[in-house]
């Protein structure tokens, strides 16, 4: 008899780890920065190394489900990502510990898309949204404990102490799988070629897409490396996307992109992505560095929101079965570009109730935007299209955060090194650096208001898919 309560756990531990790795180092970057003394489009590198990490090996996780099976999948990935948080736990340089957070990535980056199809392989249609509710509880119980977490820990032991964090999850993750997942041994392996070509011109597109945009802080006068990398970039994307329309079991089926559903919750999950990403990187420093709070206080100051949100996942979860998930997400949408106002306008002096009050809008916004665009993802595609379209949604949503990270603090950078060559104050210049970069994430997620109105607007349990 399988136990219904025992899988679910089982993937939200493995979801809680990969998540809160994601919330927790961002407290800590400002304490990095010093330590290896760096600049700030430098330290960017430990998240968005492992982000276009993560996004890189994300693909190969269709190919590895047919191959190896969803267990083994699961259990090597849970293996690696904890190594990778040891090795990161024990770096002594900057340049090691970004190669620590890549190996950390290779197995990270197969756990979101893997769990989203086990999820949809295990329950049936009527109890999707439900049980996706509960796993996305494990998806922010993460974010939810990593700032204040990760803040506790930095002050008190140092950063490394963020990472051993994720070593006894791990274990007692991948001892559950043991337990409770044991059934998926038995699933059929199917032994596909290997799409070597089409990987590495994805590979190459998305590297050079990010390394064109870190390139606008070295070169913003000539413009020439910044040019040469997004040529690389878009002649990669073609290359890509004219092998794959000629293969059966490529990287991805790009007859998915016809799908006017699936490339809608793409893009507004892409939009708010880089938004949200790059604003949760730029929190720490206008907290911390700009407005004086200690790790510990500015993880405290984290907390509402990421709390906010872990109470509206379950209920979203409900809402979108029962309600318009269209006007659900356009509503998110309008509450996290608010969000972004407000954080544009916090400055020293600003007061505990306004910073919690923004801090619970954005969890607020959150909550209805996590939910209904999985569930809008999920059940937009076939059964047998759900690992792909879950693996598409995972990348896009990665590559799309690393981005965002790179723009926000190419902006931050720029408005900084303006205002303080006219012979701004460092505060002055620091705070409209910080203030241009939140009004610029509040700018991307606008633009994610168009795709969002071609969601459909159908309830989740009448395009519900019946178990794979």
Same mark, same amino acid.
């Given at each position: 008899?399988?136990?219904?309560?025992?899988?679910?756990?089982?993937?939200?531990?493995? !979801?809680?780890?990969?998540?809160?790795?994601?919330?927790?180092?961002?407290?800590?970057?400002?304490?990095?920065?010093?330590?290896?003394?760096?600049?700030?489009? /430098?330290?960017?590198?430990?998240?968005?190394?492992?982000?276009?990490?993560?996004?890189?090996?994300?693909?190969?996780?269709?190919?590895? =489900?047919?191959?190896? *099976?969803?267990?083994?999948?699961?259990?090597?990935?849970?293996?690696?990502?904890?190594?990778?948080?040891?090795?990161?736990?024990?770096?002594?340089?900057? /340049?090691?510990?970004?190669?620590?957070?890549?190996?950390? $990535?290779?197995?990270?980056?197969?756990? +979101?898309?893997?769990?989203?199809?086990?999820?949809?392989?295990?329950?049936?249609?009527?109890?999707?949204? =439900?049980?996706?509710?509960?796993?996305?509880?494990?998806?922010?119980? *993460?974010?939810?404990?990593?700032?204040?977490?990760?803040?506790?820990?930095?002050?008190?032991?140092?950063?490394?102490?963020?990472?051993?964090?994720?070593?006894?999850? *791990?274990?007692?993750?991948?001892?559950?799988?043991?337990?409770?997942?044991?059934?998926?041994?038995?699933?059929?392996?199917?032994?596909?070629?290997?799409?070597?070509?089409?990987?590495?011109?994805?590979?190459?597109?998305?590297? !050079?897409?990010?390394?064109?945009?870190?390139?606008?802080?070295?070169?913003?006068?000539?413009?020439?490396?910044?040019?040469?990398?997004?040529?690389? %970039?878009?002649?990669?994307?073609?290359?890509?996307?004219?092998?794959?329309?000629?293969?059966?079991?490529?990287?991805?089926?790009? #007859?998915?992109?016809?799908?006017?559903?699936?490339?809608?919750?793409?893009?507004?999950?892409?939009?708010?992505?880089? %938004?949200?990403?790059?604003?949760?990187?730029?929190?720490?420093?206008?907290?911390? #560095?700009?407005?004086?709070?200690? /790790?510990?206080? $500015?993880?405290?100051?984290?907390?509402?929101?990421?709390?906010?949100?872990?109470?509206?996942?379950?209920?979203?979860?409900?809402?979108?079965?029962?309600?318009?998930? #269209?006007?659900?997400?356009?509503?998110?949408?309008?509450?996290?570009?608010? !969000?972004?106002?407000?954080?544009?306008?916090?400055?020293?002096?600003?007061?505990?109730?306004?910073? +919690?009050?923004?801090?619970?809008? #954005?969890?607020?916004?959150?909550?209805?935007?996590?939910?209904?665009?999985?569930?809008?993802?999920?059940?937009?595609? =076939?059964?047998?299209?759900?690992?792909?379209?879950?693996?598409?949604?995972?990348? !896009?949503?990665?590559?799309?955060? %690393?981005?965002?990270?790179?723009?926000?603090?190419?902006?931050?950078?720029?408005?900084? /090194?303006?205002?303080?060559? =006219?012979?701004?104050?460092?505060?002055?210049?620091?705070?409209?650096?910080?203030?241009?970069?939140?009004?610029? %994430?509040?700018?991307?997620?606008?633009?994610?208001?168009?795709?969002?109105?071609?969601?459909?607007?159908?309830?989740?349990?009448?395009?519900?898919?019946?178990?794979?």
């Amino acid at each position: 008899m399988r136990s219904k309560a025992g899988i679910l756990v089982t993937l939200m531990l493995g !979801t809680i780890m990969a998540s809160l790795d994601s919330s927790i180092v961002n407290i800590s970057l400002p304490v990095m920065q010093d330590q290896f003394n760096c600049r700030l489009d /430098e330290v960017q590198w430990v998240v968005t190394a492992y982000m276009m990490a993560f996004s890189v090996f994300m693909p190969l996780t269709n190919w590895l =489900k047919d191959r190896i *099976g969803f267990f083994a999948l699961y259990v090597a990935s849970l293996s690696i990502f904890t190594f990778g948080s040891l090795l990161c736990s024990l770096s002594n340089s900057l /340049e090691w510990l970004v190669i620590s957070r890549v190996i950390q $990535a290779i197995g990270g980056g197969a756990l +979101t898309p893997t769990v989203m199809a086990i999820l949809s392989f295990v329950f049936p249609a009527n109890e999707r949204g =439900k049980m996706l509710g509960w796993w996305g509880l494990g998806v922010v119980l *993460g974010p939810a404990l990593g700032p204040t977490l990760g803040g506790i820990l930095t002050q008190h032991l140092g950063w490394p102490s963020i990472f051993y964090i994720n070593v006894p999850i *791990g274990l007692i993750a991948i001892s559950m799988s043991f337990r409770y997942m044991g059934f998926l041994r038995k699933q059929e392996k199917v032994r596909l070629p290997f799409d070597t070509p089409g990987f590495i011109l994805l590979t190459i597109f998305l590297v !050079t897409l990010q390394l064109g945009i870190s390139r606008l802080q070295k070169d913003s006068d000539t413009l020439w490396g910044f040019i040469s990398y997004f040529a690389v %970039a878009l002649i990669a994307l073609t290359g890509f996307i004219t092998w794959e329309r000629k293969r059966s079991n490529g990287i991805f089926d790009i #007859r998915l992109f016809a799908n006017v559903q699936l490339v809608s919750a793409l893009l507004v999950t892409s939009a708010r992505s880089a %938004a949200l990403f790059g604003g949760v990187f730029l929190l720490p420093f206008l907290l911390q #560095r700009h407005m004086g709070f200690a /790790e510990m206080q $500015a993880g405290l100051l984290l907390l509402p929101a990421s709390l906010t949100l872990a109470i509206m996942m379950p209920l979203s979860g409900r809402w979108v079965d029962r309600h318009n998930p #269209r006007a659900i997400v356009v509503t998110g949408l309008i509450l996290l570009i608010v !969000t972004m106002i407000l954080f544009g306008r916090l400055d020293v002096g600003s007061s505990v109730a306004v910073i +919690t009050g923004a801090m619970l809008i #954005r969890g607020i916004g959150l909550g209805c935007l996590v939910t209904p665009l999985t569930v809008a993802v999920v059940n937009s595609v =076939k059964p047998t299209e759900v690992t792909q379209a879950a693996s598409l949604n995972s990348l !896009t949503l990665q590559v799309s955060g %690393a981005v965002g990270v790179a723009i926000l603090s190419v902006v931050h950078q720029r408005v900084h /090194e303006h205002f303080a060559g =006219k012979g701004y104050l460092e505060a002055i210049a620091e705070h409209q650096a910080l203030q241009w970069g939140f009004y610029t %994430a509040g700018g991307l997620l606008a633009l994610a208001m168009l795709p969002a109105f071609f969601l459909s607007p159908r309830k989740a349990a009448k395009v519900g898919m019946p178990v794979a």
